[in-house]
């Protein structure tokens, strides 16, 4: 998967994409990350990349001829590539979404900054414009970092077999279940003993009750869309829970 990234603050990236998962899959050549200095593509004086929006208000939008050249130019890079644009307009990222963005041939992410871009180019050039939560960064850079790490863990080969993107939280539409290591007892909390038996059968089952009962209690909203089984149900019934799949 290569990804292409158009921000006027590339030095904001290096930190995350230079550590743990996203430097592994790089080093690896599963992924590769490009990022684009949108400024670079200005041709007047000043480098220009921003204007006062027509009608008044506060303020200052991206101009749409540098992002329009950047865009041009990277889309010959990364032939393919859906264009995404991180804006608080945008679908909310899920990892439904994650999936689905994972299985295009490659992604050229528009970081928007000020109060927004010019509206036509999401017209022209954004086929999905992504938001990452209900709350307001000051740019789009923070998000297209996230939307990069959540893509490149569902790329084949990243994740090693004993971090399996498989049983993550979402996975299934459900929250992980609580986690334990040595010493079987800490501040006089006990590990719980279904963990200690040994009988792997009743550590699954206990394992699977848990991450029912910590969805229900934290994402109820969760429990409409996952999957479950009639053990699942039968056993959130025994919670009070029946408003479920
Ligand atoms: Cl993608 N951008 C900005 N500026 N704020 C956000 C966001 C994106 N997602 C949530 N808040």
């Given amino acids: 998967m290569r990804f292409d990234i158009l921000t006027l603050f590339p030095d904001m990236f290096g930190g995350p994409f230079d550590e743990s998962i996203i430097r592994r899959g790089q080093d690896k050549g599963l992924i590769q990350i490009a990022l684009h200095q949108i400024r670079d593509y200005t041709v007047d004086r000043h480098r220009t990349v921003d204007d006062a929006p027509y009608g008044g208000g506060a303020g200052m939008l991206m101009k749409p001829e540098p992002l329009s050249a950047a865009i041009e130019s990277v889309k010959k890079l990364n032939t393919e590539a859906a264009v995404l644009l991180t804006t608080p307009q945008g679908r909310p990222l899920t990892q439904k979404l994650a999936q689905e963005l994972s299985l295009k041939p490659g992604l050229i992410i528009i970081c928007g900054r000020y109060e927004g871009i010019d509206e036509r180019i999401h017209q022209h050039y954004v086929d999905h414009e992504i938001s990452i939560g209900d709350y307001v960064l000051s740019g789009g850079e923070l998000a297209a970092m996230v939307l990069v790490d959540t893509v490149t863990r569902l790329v084949p080969g990243v994740l090693g077999s004993d971090e399996s993107a ?20 800490f501040n006089g909390l006990p590990v719980p003993a279904p963990l200690l038996s040994g009988n792997h059968a009743e550590i699954i089952r206990w394992r699977r009750e848990q991450s029912l009962k910590r969805t229900a209690e934290r994402r109820p909203d969760l429990l409409t869309q996952a999957v479950l089984s009639d053990k699942d149900r039968l056993f959130l019934k025994t919670l009070g829970v029946s408003n479920v799949s």
């Fill in 166 to 185: 498989l049983t993550d939280s979402f996975g299934d539409g459900l929250l992980e279940y609580p986690q334990y290591t040595r010493p079987p007892e």
